[in-house]
């Protein structure tokens, strides 16, 4: 068998004041946050270089201290392998996206839901099925928050969805759904004639090398790990919710893995190694906008360059790729606070932003302007020692969105009249010639 699996190892290590940087991005998540631990990778494929950091503890009870090795459950990132399962199925002529789900389902299921007939496994795919999602259901939420041992079938999970009428009509809206994850399960064990689960581990898993990876058949991970915390009373108290049975997540997001195996899933799926670039091309093509985001099939797309899925697990996870600075992003922190991530993300893409600009570590050192904050919200601040000239603000299209004027010293910028993005801030002097430029994340 012919075995893909990245060879990180072999990569340069960051440019020491990039990872001093980053380790203190990620110190600064956790603490501000308030976060247990975190532990973050980052390929940039470009640059070849791996970092690699980790901060504070993966168990609040024993103290273990939180390691970039351990496993993690990944959550909503597992929508992304199912998205590749089901266009590897595909390419081998099994089934296709615009089949209808009356063509695999039991007509026991179909016959109970409403727009069956309507609903394509494209629309499972990217969320515009309209199908009630179950993990909305507070008898559900119930049950799994408070016995840890409760397992769901298939049908247990379709039933509570079908017990609540559709949020839409098949292809008229959007929302985000796990259901229809979960019915993909179905299908693709009726086009394959195995399990979701074997399918994937055959075709996937197994072949990129992922050894980290897999569908848990126990309650409990066995090897170090990040644990699951969330504090859902507010009384800071922390819950553990770890150690759950994973068939609530079914084909929505019950994978475990490691941050090793996440940069190398994602880099053999940017290099064809997974599915084919046709596929991987229908899975990043967007749909029904979004005010902060589009989706395309089990991919998140924001500002049109940032790309993955995030993951809730009762955590906070990520695989994320900046397609403008071609750099992979894994990361896992171990409380469920998910706003949090964001300005992680952005805070990271616009430090590889200002390094890319750069030529050398002095140029990073010493930025002809300064913007602060940075992210920022409704201002930001310019400072320059000496230059003047004139300020654009680009988006990543390159279009001239704001343009204004400064002096030397600090000037403050309204910012109401942007949307919330990464933007290219160039200042021009009189002569038209580029002073400087940076990336600022607007949220």
Request: charged letters at 15%; one cysteine or more; glycine letters at 6%.
């Amino acid at each position: 068998m012919l075995f893909w699996q990245l060879q990180v190892t072999v990569a340069q290590t960051a440019p020491s004041i990039i990872s001093d940087s980053l380790q203190q991005i990620l110190a600064n998540c956790v603490e501000l946050e308030n976060i247990p631990g975190g532990i973050v990778a980052i390929h940039h494929r470009s640059n070849n270089w791996v970092w690699k950091g980790q901060q504070g503890v993966a168990n609040v009870t024993t103290m273990q201290v939180a390691d970039t090795t351990f496993h993690y459950r990944i959550g909503s990132i597992s929508k992304n392998v199912l998205a590749a399962t089901v266009l590897h199925l595909v390419e081998h002529n099994l089934l296709s996206l615009d089949d209808g789900i009356e063509m695999w389902l039991d007509p026991s299921i179909t016959s109970q839901m409403p727009y069956s007939n309507q609903i394509t496994i494209k629309q499972l795919l990217n969320h515009t099925s309209g199908l009630y999602s179950y993990t909305g259901d507070q008898s559900f939420l119930l049950a799994l928050l408070t016995n840890p041992d409760t397992s769901f079938s298939f049908i247990d999970i379709v039933d509570i969805s079908l017990s609540h009428p559709p949020d839409f009509i098949p292809g008229t809206n959007w929302n985000y759904n796990n259901t229809g994850y979960v019915i993909l399960t179905d299908i693709i064990e009726s086009a394959s004639g195995i399990s979701y689960h074997q399918y994937a581990t055959d075709s996937i898993l197994t072949p990129l090398g992922l050894n980290n990876t897999y569908f848990p058949v126990a309650n409990n991970i066995p090897t170090n790990h990040m644990r699951c915390y969330a504090d859902y009373s507010q009384d800071g108290i922390l819950e553990d919710y770890t150690d759950l049975n994973t068939t609530w997540a079914l084909g929505a997001g019950e994978i475990v893995s490691t941050l090793e195996d996440q940069l190398t899933y994602f880099n053999q799926l940017l290099d064809g190694h997974v599915i084919l670039e046709t596929s991987y091309n229908e899975m990043r093509t967007p749909v029904a906008p979004h005010p902060t985001f589009t989706y395309g099939l089990g991919l998140v797309i924001l500002n049109n360059t940032i790309i993955g899925h995030g993951g809730s697990y009762f955590n906070t996870s990520g695989l994320w790729y900046f397609e403008d600075l071609d750099v992979i992003v894994a990361y896992q922190f171990n409380l469920h606070k998910i706003e949090s991530y964001e300005n992680f993300l952005f805070k990271i893409h616009a430090l590889l932003s200002n390094e890319n600009l750069s030529t050398n570590e002095s140029e990073i050192n010493q930025p002809v302007f300064n913007l602060f904050p940075n992210p920022a919200d409704d201002y930001l601040s310019i400072y320059t020692e000496e230059n003047k000239g004139t300020l654009h603000f680009k988006d990543l299209a390159g279009r001239t969105l704001k343009t204004m004027k400064i002096e030397a010293g600090t000037t403050k910028i309204d910012l109401i009249d942007l949307t919330s993005g990464v933007y290219l801030v160039i200042l021009i002097d009189e002569q038209r010639n580029i002073i400087g430029q940076q990336k600022v994340v607007v949220r």
